[in-house]
T-cell receptor, first 114, second 112 residues
């Protein structure tokens, strides 16, 4: 099976812009989670989607949003970008909902905000 | 809030030797899962091993094993017969029904 894919792999934006990142889970996986990884804050949970519904959300401002489509693909959107949003954004998928199942990570999208 | 602490920012091991990475966590929950993930320089996170909190038996996966001490809230990873390919950042992670937390990571260097 193909692994989790994320597009684009690299992105450069300027402050104030918005950005959309995409994640395609492993075939058959219904849960998609998003994480932000920075040198200062480490790995932080953003949110989880399961069956097109947001099931859990981390402690991030409302500028961070996401959605999941009927084919389980997910997108994450960040509006009004700030310099501090520069990070590696990781997507992870699992067969079932968040709590019990093992997550498989994608390679990430490196976002740089100038 | 749950926290995960990895007290060793960096560790080094000689090839073929054994190394133990430490992890402690704080939670008031009784139902949770613990994980060790490996992130090689290519940046893709890979699951190394998982442990269900309700299981007393320590998980093992080939050369990787854990020492899970629930009362002490400790979850260490032992890597036996270390190989050059084990060099990576290792993250300890805690997950319950609502949240997932990662430790700051331990960078493992394997010396030939």
């Amino acid at each position: 099976k193909a692994g989790v894919t994320q597009t684009p792999r690299y992105l450069i934006k300027t402050r104030g812009q918005q950005v959309t990142l995409s994640c395609s889970p492993i075939s058959g996986h219904r849960s998609v989670s998003w994480y932000q990884q920075t040198p200062g804050q480490g790995l932080q949970f953003l949110f989880e989607y399961f069956s097109e519904t947001q099931r859990n959300k981390g402690n991030f401002p409302g500028r961070f949003s996401g959605r999941q489509f009927s084919n389980s693909r997910s997108e994450m959107n960040v509006s009004t970008l700030e310099l501090g949003d520069s990070a590696l954004y990781l997507c992870a998928s699992s067969l079932e909902q968040f709590r019990t199942d093992t997550q498989y990570f994608g390679p990430g999208t490196r976002l740089t905000v100038l | 809030a749950q926290t995960v602490t990895q007290s060793q920012p960096e560790m080094s091991v000689q090839e073929a030797e054994t190394v133990t990475l430490s992890c402690t966590y704080d939670t008031s929950e009784s139902d949770y899962y613990l994980f060790w993930y490996k992130q090689p320089p290519s940046r893709q996170m890979i699951l190394v091993i998982r442990q269900e909190a309700y299981k007393q038996q320590n998980a093992t996966e080939n050369r990787f094993s854990v020492n899970f001490q629930k009362a002490a809230k400790s979850f260490s990873l032992k890597i036996s017969d270390s190989q050059l390919g084990d060099a990576a950042m290792y993250f300890c992670a805690y997950r319950n029904v609502n949240d997932m937390r990662f430790g700051a990571g331990t960078r493992l260097t394997v010396k030939p």
